[in-house]
């Protein structure tokens, strides 16, 4: 299986920080962020194109589920994160219904906020729960394609 966009982005998260500071947790480094909203505004780009719609639905299922299982997990953005599992959820039931999806204009926006709150979160998550949380659900979506 071809790595997705979300899931190379993931995997620059599995270098462990280079320090620690002042003896905090080590969190995410900035460039693996910055990766990661690069990943997440290309995959937003790839749902509006017919073409790459499935391939960028299933690269944001597994964005939300990472997400929702980190907050979940360091309990911070778990309300935040429940109307964008919603709107996932709905999407992949159209997809599923009719082969297509449709983005309105607000759904987009939904869609941009939403990729603003996993930054967010993966900012101020620890490292190694956000590689836990990347692994578990990169396994979990590569076994329901079976």
Same mark, same amino acid.
């Given at each position: 299986?071809?790595p997705t966009t979300l899931t190379i982005a993931a995997?620059?998260?599995?270098?462990?920080?280079?320090?620690?500071?002042?003896?905090?947790?080590?969190?995410? #480094? /900035?460039?693996?962020?910055? $990766? +990661? %909203? !690069?990943?997440? @505004?290309? *995959?937003?780009?790839?749902?509006?194109? #017919? /073409?790459?719609?499935?391939? $960028? +639905? %299933? !690269?944001?299922? @597994?964005? *939300?589920?990472?997400?929702?299982?980190?907050?979940?997990?360091?309990?911070?953005?778990?309300? !935040?994160?429940?109307?964008? *599992?919603?709107?996932?959820?709905?999407?992949a039931q159209e997809w599923a219904a009719h082969g297509?999806?449709?983005?309105?204009?607000?759904?987009?926006?939904?869609?941009?906020?939403?990729?603003?709150?996993?930054?967010?979160?993966?900012?101020?998550?620890?490292?190694?729960?956000?590689?836990?949380?990347?692994?578990?659900?990169?396994?979990?979506?590569?076994?329901?394609?079976?």
């Open positions: 299986m071809t995997r620059t998260a599995l270098t462990p920080p280079r320090t620690h500071q002042f003896g905090l947790v080590p969190s995410v #480094p /900035a460039e693996t962020i910055t $990766a +990661l %909203r !690069e990943a997440h @505004e290309v *995959i937003l780009v790839r749902l509006h194109n #017919p /073409a790459t719609a499935p391939q $960028a +639905l %299933r !690269e944001w299922v @597994e964005a *939300i589920n990472t997400a929702s299982a980190v907050t979940q997990l360091i309990g911070y953005g778990v309300d !935040e994160m429940v109307p964008h *599992i919603d709107d996932a959820l709905q999407l297509t999806i449709t983005l309105t204009p607000a759904i987009s926006l939904r869609l941009a906020y939403c990729a603003a709150i996993i930054d967010s979160v993966m900012r101020t998550a620890p490292h190694e729960v956000v590689v836990a949380c990347a692994e578990a659900c990169e396994a979990m979506c590569v076994g329901g394609e079976r």
